[in-house]
């Protein structure tokens, strides 16, 4: 059954950062299932572990709260990657080609437009997306030029919904759904795991979102780590 989610959507012309700030609303005891939190601008944007950037004027930056239906299934691994394939189907229907470098990166024509970011904290979901629209993107990125930013916006919670209704009714579905969109298949990979790395080539996913990699001393299961390399050798 699909989420039922209502959006409630608040703007603001600056934020230090839309994940941060529905997270401090939700650990203050505020009510925030369905709501969207959207920045005109970012000062402290989130990424994976720790990392941080400017978010220029002109792009879509929000994030949205969705309680778990049913602990813990929000909560289980694979949630950015399940939105990331939502939200290639999502652009789909625009006539956007995405493809997801695993294991939240959005590609467009080879090159990031975009990120996904997700938390789980105290029964809820926390899902943060990027997208790259009139802003700048960063050296070697892409961006949607000519295109309406709410239309953006709009496309990006479709894609959210999409992602996670897909996830939780059909969770055995994801490794097929996201080979379809595989922006790494076949590819040789270098990651950062931990304090280490794994060498060899991309496998696609299993059904808790983990990568698959067939390195030389055989196969590995990746819950968690950074793409430093991949195809051709370029950064990751």
Not at 8 to 18: M, N, Q, W
Not at 143 to 161: N, P, S
């Amino acid at each position: 059954m699909p989420l039922a989610i209502a959006f409630r959507i608040e703007s603001f012309d600056e934020l230090a950062s839309t994940q941060s700030e529905l997270r401090r609303r939700l650990e203050a005891g505020e009510a925030v299932d369905g709501l969207v939190v959207r920045a005109t601008r970012q000062t402290q944007g989130r990424g994976r572990r720790g990392r941080t950037w400017t978010s220029a004027e002109g792009g879509s930056y929000q994030t949205l709260a969705v309680r778990d239906p049913a602990p813990p299934a929000l909560g289980r691994g694979g949630s950015a990657v399940a939105v990331a394939v939502g939200m290639a189907a999502a652009f789909a229907g625009y006539g956007v080609r995405l493809q997801v470098k695993w294991p939240n990166d959005l590609h467009y024509r080879g090159r990031k437009l975009g990120g996904v970011l997700t938390e789980y904290v105290r029964g809820h979901l926390l899902v943060g997306v990027g997208i790259n629209v009139a802003n700048e993107p960063p050296e070697g990125g892409i961006a949607l030029r000519g295109w309406d930013l709410e239309g953006v916006h709009g496309a990006v919670l479709a894609g959210i919904q999409a992602g996670l209704d897909g996830w939780l009714d059909r969770p055995g579905e994801l490794p097929q759904r996201f080979a379809a969109v595989d922006a790494l298949a076949r590819t040789e990979v270098r990651l950062a795991v931990g304090d280490g790395e794994v060498h060899g080539r991309a496998a696609g996913i299993d059904a808790d979102g983990a990568l698959r990699v067939e390195t030389a001393e055989g196969p590995v299961r990746v819950r968690s780590g950074t793409v430093l390399a991949y195809g051709d050798g370029a950064p990751g």
